[in-house]
Every structure is written in structure tokens, then in C-alpha cells.
């Protein structure tokens, strides 16, 4: 099965509309993902990511719920 995993965008990176990245916070863990799918996107929203790609925006509210979820069924650690 395939999981998106729920981070916060911290600093957009390359604003080029094809390869626009930014830093995207996992629970203090930082990486640099590819938020071209979601344009919309800014600094301080939350946004769903699968192998390197923000495929979604989310809410803080569902973001937090999907690490409650993930904590609860111990996965949360795997991030690390």
C-alpha cells in the first residue's frame, strides 16, 4: 500500500513553475520536495506527500489528525 505522509511547507525553494521545490517539515524533520503539482501551495500550509512529490494540500486540522493516526499504529518513528 502506498501512504502520502502530511508536511509543513517551511520555505519555498525554486519557484519555477515545472520544478518548484520547497523545504517541507515532517515533525521536525526536514526534506526537499517537489510541490509543482500543488502551485497553490505557500509557506505554512500543509500538503500531502508520496515519493518526493506534494500530491495535495490539507488543512492543519487533517494534518494533524493523519500523525495521531500514524503514531497510533507506530509508523510515525519510520519517518526518522
Given amino acids: ?13 525554486n519557484g ?9 517539515s515532517f515533525g521536525g524533520i ?3 520536495i517537489n510541490i509543482a503539482y ?12 508520496h515519493v518526493g512529490f506534494a ?5 492543519e486540522r487533517e ?3 493523519v500523525f495521531e493516526y500514524l503514531a497510533q499504529i507506530g509508523e510515525l518513528d519510520e519517518l526518522e
Fill in 1 to 13: 500500500m502506498c501512504l502520502g505522509i502530511p508536511g509543513r511547507i517551511e520555505e519555498v525553494l
Fill in 16 to 24: 519555477s513553475p515545472l520544478e518548484r521545490t520547497a523545504r517541507v
Fill in 30 to 32: 526536514c526534506k526537499d
Fill in 38 to 49: 500543488v502551485p497553490h501551495a505557500e509557506v505554512g500550509d500543509y500538503v500531502i506527500v
Fill in 55 to 59: 500530491i495535495s494540500r490539507i488543512d
Fill in 63 to 65: 494534518a494533524q489528525r
